[in-house]
Structures are given as structure tokens and as C-alpha cells.
């Protein structure tokens, strides 16, 4: 009987604590919660995150929910009405935008940072850079031996990320020209994933946002060139990703189901204002937007 | 070589077998709290996620995970009692029986992710509760019935006939029985069951992940149909998915000893639960 | 764990015909009722899931090639293709490099708990295995992501970091304890004056568990053999993080592999609600459960049949 008297008692105490943390969750209770939903790019996730923290550090009242998906499922998201805000590290496709008219509005395309995809290599790899050519070939299947590109007779372990990321979109349609990837190629989500892989996999290549390239160990990043007689360019060098002589120099993107809303544009507003979101951009690894791209896009604002 | 070489031979390779388990349990268990020990802390426990997970605390998954052991707690425990109850007093040999044992046996035995689907197709989609702790919750509940009806079943069933005999003897109808007299004993086990199942409902990650556990929040969960963070896949994302791992790398084995310690201390009472009551109830 | 040693069913002295029950009893026991019938239709509940999940994928993908196909891309924009039998390779070759591992460990360590332990080390051996199952699997995934994948990089120098011989190991180590219990579990119950018999024709104690022994609780090692390879096969997390997610038919244990569960959960965080990869998904999880259910079964048969009566 002494255990049913503690059972009861451990059993009110364990309700009664559950209770209070449950109250505690109310604390916005005076003036109403803003809440903004955005989903895409795994490119962006950390960047974003990070920009919400640092955002909902100085509105009190906005909660900004970021999750990731890869691009193409953030996209699908705004479309059927799920979030208030798209990330992308691509442009939409035709057929999406079609699909947004259909379902009743016209997105609105907002640059918001500049990423320069990184390929890497493990850091024991000899090969240090690339031409376009080369990278190419590597991709679509035709090399699959380091020796082939100047490196030591090592098979190469393919790496990118899943149908769903913009970056493997983008890589498809630049590095590629629209053909298809390897079908040897592992598709990891996210580019943590790749990073990870490449650590540890002495014959591994992969793409990944330059962000996560800049903070990694145990990786080397491969600079490019147009062809054998070019110079070659590293995507941890600004001048070369600002300037466009790094080729696989892109946008990242955001976009909203309309003219944004008031609080969007808050939002919005605060991620191009070059001590709100640009310069949390460098911090995270990327390059920050140029003041004539910002103008430009504070002008759509409206 | 003889026989008794030989003996002395195998018997020393089981013993080694037994080491090996034990030394794999201390690396284990000695590795994520020498990687973790020193990122805990009070603060630790009582903060936010900050800087995407590369500083701040884990207060949100453990509250997550809290929240899912209370609604595990709410729904299995009854459920899982009644059916105990039920299985062992009313129904011994029929085909009901029979059916009723089986179900639950192969309910043991489901992978985790499948439950997962299941709680995608019928708590999120179907239900529309959508990806909410209630959704998680109930998948979770489904999960650990098996596990809470086999231990309430083994703690009813060693109560002895003479208890019931008696009472029935005195008039007692079969219900009064099994409430007054099968019941009050069976509780300590019952009551290690109910610890054994939380705990497993604690350390689960599959069905989460399917049921829409949330990466980061800001905010606690403010109703059962509010999204919510959890521990083990606070652990999963920051291992598989956080963008520098180096940085949160800190964080992942200290996250990995929180549940570890939850987890572990929770077998850990039930462990001396159930020794106190078999030393205690010697029938 | 000893769901199937449990106490045979008592005959009904327990459950007496009652023809006159209170409404209240009856209203009890009806409630009683309802709340049993509750994992059967739970167990329907999930078959049923599965089947209408899965259901629309068989009418949109060719389903020989799902069960025979090569290659499992279920993810490529123009041709996606899925067969299952990459993941199924991946599963098979974690979960019996496991078993291979965790076979002998349980089953010396399941002797020598029955057998040989003294009663003090016992009590605390007991509690050791049932602390190491009910560790969560994630935290075994952690480990095998973060230091064994290293330690096999330092020792092996594999193709890949994370390999299925990362997975395979902890797996064994998870298997170990449902392999423990059920196999001691059942030499306990072989009586002792069967091992008196044995020793006292002069058999040394070896013999004894050699011969006596484990041909009486047979059953019981092959129940437990087939369960905790069941529960292999139906892990998720720490195949998940420690198996390199690479869908390939495969021998060789230094590379990447991708189980059936991981694939699921994987997967799923990106898959388009309702598209034709999100029910194949679902079919992937029917051929799963089909699997598991079947080695419940076949263990659950096992111990039926050739169970020894004492």
C-alpha cells in the first residue's frame, strides 16, 4: 500500500510540473505573435537560421520559423500556401512560376546574399584545380579515375546533393549544360552530409555553399578555371565571386507569394540593411550583396 | 588435450564474451560523458538554441521530450493496463485470447519507422493533426503499448490464486477482486513497466521524424497541436545536418549525455524497483 | 523480454463463467474489452497503413521492377527508378554482419550467465544488459558516426568513412541483449536434475552444457537468434547515421551501403506529399514490416514446436 501511496504522488508531481512548463509557453500573450514560416534551400538553412535568431532578438513579437527541404521543396511549399516565405539557392523553373499563377499569384524574386559553390576535394587529394571541362566530365560519368585529371591513380567517389536541392539544379545546368549527373553519383541531403563525406573518403569530390566549405576541416577547396590556358579562380576569394571570374559565383534567393506583406518586408527590409542580415552573411561565409544590388532590390519592397 | 583443458579452454572464451559486453557498455557510455561533461550546465539545460545550434542550451528538446513522455504516460499507461488486466483475468483460453497475445507480440516487433508511417498516414494526414506533439505522442503511445501490457500482464499474473480464491470466497465479485487485492500488489511491477516504457518513448527518434519534430524553435509548445523539439532528434540533426560540425560538435555529446542520463536513470530505478518488490513479495 | 516464456496458460480457476454479473462488473469488463481490442486494431491499423500507402504506388510504377530493379534513384527529376534490391542488400549485409558478430558473443555470454556466473556477478551483469537495451538507438548512432567510423578509418583505411561494418558492429552490440535474455532465459529453464544426470555419469561440466544443455533449450537459442536478428533489421537510427546512406548492391563491408529503414526516413524529409516516390516510400515500409512480421512468426513457431516440455 505504501507503493500506491507513492505511485499517486510521483504521478501528481509529474502532472503538476507538466502543468506549469505547459503555462510557461504563453508568454506573448499581451501583444499578439507574428509568426513567418520560410522553407527551402539546405544552402541557406544556416544563414537563415541565423538571421531569424538575430531578427527575433530585436522584434520581440516576430517569431520566424526556417526550415530546410532543399529548394525545390520550399518552392513546392509557397506554392500550395504552406509558408509565407520561399529560400532558394536557384531561380524558379518556368513550370513553377506557371504552377504560382495558377494557384493564384505571381512570386517575387528577392536576392539576398551571394554563394560561390566550393567543389571539394579530401584534404590528401594532390589534384588542386580544375577546368570546367574536366569537372564536367568527372560529373557526367566520363572520368572515374583521379589519373585522368591530373591527380594519382585513385578512383573518384562522386558526391552531390538530392534532385530537390537548387544547388544540384544549378551545378546540373552550369557545370553540366543539362545533361545528367553520373549515375554512379551519391545523393546525400545536405551539404553537411557532403562535407562529411568528402572528409572521409580519400577519393571523394563534392559541391557545396561556400559557407560550409569556409568552416570545415580536413577538405581542400579546388579553384576552376575556363580552360587550361585560364587562370584559375577560388571561391574563398571575394574579388573573384563578386566579380564573376569565379564561374560558379550564384545569388541566393527568397521569395513571397506576392507583393510581401507588411511583415515580410520588415523582414526583408532587415536582411539586405547592411548591419542586419549582410553582415551576418559574411559572418556565416558567404559574400554580402553589393549596395546596387540592394537598392535594386529595396525597390521592389514597393 | 583432455577434457578438463578443454572445459577450462571454452569457459574462459564465454567469459571473455561477457567482458566484452561490459567493456562495450563503459566505452560507450564512457566516451559521451567524457565528450559531453563538460558543456553541461545549469545553463545549458534552462537556454535556447542560439547561433544555429553552435551555442545556447537545449532547454526546448527536453521540454519536447518531457511533453511526449507525459502524453505516452496518459495514453498507454491505461490502455496498457486495462488490456493487462483483461488478458490475464478474463479471458485465458479462448480464441479472443489467443488473437489478442498474438496482436500484441507482433506489435513488439514492428520497426520503429514503420511506426512512423503509421503516425505520418494516421495522426498527421487522416486525423489532421498534423505535425504536432500530439500526432508524435500518440504514435509514440502505439509504440510502447506492447512493451507496457507484457510487463503489467507478468506483474498481475504473479500475484497468487490464493489472494483471489479468498477473496472471492468472501463474496468479493471478480472487479472488486482484481481492484482491491490483484491490483495493490501488482503495482510496483506495474509501476516498473510504466518507468520502461517512458523511457523508451524518450530515447526514440524514427516516429519523430515522421511526425514533423521541429529543428529550432524559439518558443515552447503552447498546446498539444504546437510544434516541438526532442532530444534524440536534437541529436540526430546537429550529428548528421548542422552546417559546422566542428562547432557543434560540444553540444552533440553533451545533448547525447542528457538523454543518456534521462534514459539511464529511468532503467536504473525500475532496475531497483523490480529487485525491491521480488525481494519484498516472495510469494 | 519473456513474452514467450511467459507462464503457460493456468487453467480456468481464474476465469470463472460468472451468470450474474452488477451492471457495473459488466460495464468493467466492457471497458476492459475495448481497451484489449485496442492493439489489435493497432496492428491492423499499421498493416492497413502501409497497404493504402503503398497501394497507388503499385499501380503507377512497374512492380517487377521494384522488387527485382538495381537500382534504387527514386529521386531523379527525368528517370527515376525503384528497386528495392540495393536497400534490401544494404539491410541483409548490416544486419548479418551483425548477427555473425553478436551470435557467439550472446551466446557465450548467455552460457555463461545460465551456466557458470557466480550469483553476486550475476546480479550485477543482469542489470548491465538491461541497461545497454534500453540505451536509445540515436545515441549508439552517434557513437558510430562520430568515433567508431575513426577508429575503423585509422585501423582499415576503408573506401568510405562510414561503411556497413560501422553499422553492422553496433548492431551487434544492440543485439546482444535481446540474444542474452531469450537464450538464458531459456537454459534456466532446463531442470537440474538434468545436469545432475550428466555429471554424475561423469561428464565434465562443459559436456554437460554441451550436450544437455543447449540441445534442450535449442528452441529457445534459435528464438532468440531470430529475434534479435528481426530487430536488426527493423533498426533505423544508427544504420542511419552510421552506414553512409549510399543505395548499392554491395559485398564489400568498407563502403557505404543504405538500409530499407534508412531510406524511409531519409527520404521522407523531402519527398512531395502524395507524389509517386512518397508511396513507394510506403511500399518500402510493407516489404519492411513484411519481413519483421515473418521473423516474429517464424520465431514465435519455433518455440512452439520444439519447445521441451518439463
Redesign the interface.
Known sequence: MKYLALAVIAIIIVAAVGAVLLTQGDDGGEEETVTITQKGSDTMLELAQIWAESYMDDNANVEVEVSGGGSGTGISALINGEVDVAQASRVMKQTEMDSAVAAGFTPVEFKVAIDGIAIITCQSNTVTELTVEQLRGIYNGTYTNWNQVGGADLDITLYGRQSSSGTYVYFQEEILDDENYSMDMNMLTGNSAIVSAVQGDTGGIGYVGIGYAVSATGISVLELKETDSDPAFSPLDEDSVLNGDYLLARYLYIYTDGTPTDQVSRWLGWIFSADGGQSVVTDVGFYALPQSVVDEEMAKLG | MD??T??TM??T??????L???L??IV?VG??ASGGLEKLSLDFLTEFP???NTEGGIYPAI?GT??LM?IV?GVSV??GI??A?????????SVM?R??KL????????????????G???FVVFLGFGASLLSAGLTLS?MV??LM??AA??AI?AVP?SV??AS?AMGA???QTIWHHVL?YA??GI?TGII?SI??A?????PL??TGV??????????VL??FMAL??H??FM?????????T?PI?YAT?LV??LL??GM??VA?VLRKR?RDKYKW | MALIFARKDRPSQRTRRVTHMKPSERLIQMALTIATWSSVVALGAVFGELLLGAFPAFTSIDLLGFFTGTVWNPAHPLYPLYGILPLVVGTMLVSFGAALMAIPIGLGCSIWLAELAHPKIKAVFKPAIEILSGIPSVIFGFFALVILSQWIYDLLDPTMKLNALNGAILLAVMMIPIMVTVAEDAMNSVPMNLREASLALGATRWETIRRVVLPSSLSGIVAAIVLSFGRAVGETMTVLMATGNTPVITSDYLRSVQTMTAAIAIDFGEVEFYSVHYHVLFAVGLVLFVMTFAINILADWVVRRYKEDY
Do not use: H
Open positions: 577434457r578438463k578443454k572445459e571454452v569457459f572464451a564465454f567469459r571473455g564474451c561477457a566484452l559486453v561490459v562495450a557498455l560507450l566516451y559521451i542560439r547561433r544555429a521540454v518531457f511533453y507525459l504516460l491505461p490502455i486495462m488490456s488486466v483483461y488478458l490475464v483475468e478474463y479471458e485465458q483460453r485470447g488473437v489478442f496482436a500484441v507480440y507482433n506489435l513488439a516487433g514492428v520497426p520503429s519507422i514503420v511506426y512512423g508511417l503509421l505520418l498516414g494516421i502505439i503499448l506492447p501490457i507484457s500482464r507478468e499474473a490464486q483471489c480464491e472471492f465479485t471478480k472487479w495493490p503495482l510496483p509501476f520502461l523511457s523508451r524518450a530515447g526514440e527518434t524514427a521524424m515522421l521541429a529543428v529550432s524553435l524559439r518558443s515552447l509548445p503552447d498546446g504546437d510544434s534524440p532528434y541529436i540526430y550529428a548528421t545536418q548542422s552546417s559546422n560540425l566542428q562547432a560538435r552533440q547525447a538523454l543518456l534514459v539511464l532503467n536504473l532496475i518488490y
